[in-house]
């Protein structure tokens, strides 16, 4: 009787010459040929079956795969400082030396957790719902303090906002921001530390003290040079998969997309230009209709706007209204930012009519046709996105800050 795993080991052994080794099935018979793929075959089919069934016992729950596998712009964490070390309490031993004294060393620090930004992180799914900061040591004796906890630090993407009990107590808009998030606990004093004129041999030493521990909730506000904003349908995740490598999930039937993405547009120099596909706003957004206010906030911190209108529905300027409106109403001087008028699906019949018509009631704006699915005028879009940036960054520089970097 061959042991199982034994039998697995020589039957990879036989997969392996069949594939790699052309020459060895050459020698053989057709008739053994045939026994050897069809054994090939059965051996693969049991050992796929074998892996689903692995798997299945150690299957993740449902909520944690969704975590790492979607954008995640909102976290409520616990966070726990690290507990300080006790002190010691002991006396000095050593031969034909009666009284040595107190020499027991005081406890470490709990370490502190520390918030960080870090440019590589572009989510929070990474960041876990509670941490617990490293302990400090205890004393020792011969007056040996305990080592301190070393400090915990949580990566999180630029644009993090740290709130506690509804108020902002933080703003990581910066690389390389930081921020306390919970502070560890001070070490406890050892016997030596209560030495005294009056009291030459005390006893007493101290525990350490518990770290702090906070409930945060982070909420991340995109940070993008230019954000695509328009109704549900309108082909913002066509337009994004046309000009940058995101794939945002797209579909030949209406529906919206429920997760912001970010796309880089490359250009000459090694220049990147960072466009947000915030998911569609509807009519009464503002007062937290649909979406509403969760997807809102992406758009704050965009240096300029994209405004995609569907051409192929009537009256198209209206589209625009509403959209400025909705805007202005959540932060007052939004829409009136740097902007760029799309009208997209120019490929079907009725879009050519109708843009002569928006380009009326625009007056002097500029408005670009085109297609993201057939590719048409995608050029001139690129073009004027390149522009808006150029112009923001030399506003920022003017200004003495740093242009946003990707």
């Not at 050892?190 to 518990?210: E, K, M, S, Y």
Request: glycine letters at 12%; proline letters at 5%.
């Amino acid at each position: 009787m061959i042991p199982t795993r034994l039998g697995l080991a020589r039957s990879f052994t036989v997969l392996g010459v069949s594939k790699c080794a052309p020459s060895t099935q050459a020698t053989l018979k057709p008739s053994q040929l045939h026994s050897l793929q069809a054994s090939s075959r059965l051996l693969s089919l049991g050992i796929v079956g074998h892996a689903k069934h692995r798997e299945a016992s150690g299957k993740k729950l449902l909520s944690e795969k969704k975590l790492k596998r979607h954008f995640v712009d909102h976290r409520r964490v616990l966070v726990r400082g690290g507990n300080g070390g006790s002190g010691m309490s002991c006396f000095h031993s050593e031969p034909r030396k009666e009284f040595g004294g107190p020499d027991g060393g005081d406890g470490g620090d709990g370490g502190h957790i520390i918030l960080r930004v870090d440019q590589q992180v572009k989510s929070l799914s990474s960041v876990l719902s509670q941490y617990q900061g490293f302990n400090g040591e205890n004393g020792g004796s011969k007056n040996c303090f305990g080592r301190g906890g070393a400090t915990l630090y949580i990566q999180v993407p630029v644009g993090t906002l740290v709130k506690e009990g509804g108020e902002i107590v933080a703003d990581l808009s910066h690389p390389g921001d930081e921020y306390i998030a919970a502070l560890g606990g001070a070490g406890g004093k050892g016997n030596r530390f209560f030495l005294a004129n009056d009291n030459r041999a005390p006893v007493t030493c101290t525990p350490g003290q518990p770290g702090q521990e906070r409930v945060l909730y982070l909420e991340l506000k995109t940070m993008a040079h230019a954000g695509m904003v328009g109704f549900p349908n309108a082909g913002k995740s066509s337009l994004l998969r046309a000009i940058s490598n995101a794939k945002p999930a797209v579909a030949s039937y209406p529906f919206t997309t429920l997760n912001p993405h970010v796309g880089i547009v490359h250009y000459e120099g090694h220049q990147q230009i960072a466009v947000a596909d915030i998911p569609g706003i509807i009519r009464g957004a503002h007062q937290n209709k649909g979406l509403g206010l969760s997807f809102l906030r992406h758009i704050e911190r965009c240096r300029f706007f994209l405004f995609v209108v569907d051409l192929s529905l009537p009256e198209p300027w209206t589209q625009v209204d509403d959209l400025k409106y909705e805007l202005e109403k959540y932060d007052k001087g939004l829409s009136e930012r740097s902007h760029v008028i799309i009208a997209n699906k120019i490929d079907l019949p009725k879009a050519r009519a109708h843009l002569s018509q928006l380009q009326a009631h625009l007056g002097q704006k500029e408005v670009i046709a085109l297609s993201a699915l057939t590719g048409e005028n995608l050029e001139q879009l690129l073009l004027h996105l390149k522009v808006l940036h150029d112009a923001h960054v030399d506003a920022e520089r003017e200004q003495g800050c740093q242009p946003l970097r990707w």
